[in-house]
Nanobody, 118 residues
């Protein structure tokens, strides 16, 4: 059974940076598209960034373009999200997601809290 474990969340001041990590196990990591989502209190979960299986194609939600960078290491079965210039509005639980490229198989992590506050 596949598993995703996020880490790296915490409290950061506005304008600060955090690097989230997601460690995958139990499935063929290189066959999965990887994404980061976030869910703010009282709001729906939304896609923040995604990356293709070999890392060559990335997509970002408009508000994070130029500030967030998603990357993956297929040798280590990990995906990262570097977040810079964070704003209080980006306080949320950040979730790692894996989706198989060919058939329906999806995994979610348990989430990591990011709080942007002075």
């Amino acid at each position: 059974q596949g598993q995703l474990v996020e880490s790296g969340g915490g409290l950061v001041q506005p304008g600060g940076s955090l690097r989230l990590s997601c460690a995958a196990s139990g499935f063929t990591f290189s066959s999965y598209l990887m994404s980061w989502y976030r869910q703010a209190p009282g709001k729906e979960r939304v896609l923040v960034a995604s990356i293709g299986t070999v890392g060559g194609v990335t997509n970002y939600e408009d508000s994070v373009k130029g500030r967030f960078t998603i990357s993956r290491d297929n040798a280590k079965n990990t995906v990262h999200l570097q977040m810079n210039s964070l704003t209080p509005e980006e306080t949320a639980v950040y979730y790692c997601n894996a989706r198989h490229v060919a058939f329906y198989a999806v995994y979610w992590g348990q989430g990591t809290q990011v709080t942007v506050s002075s």
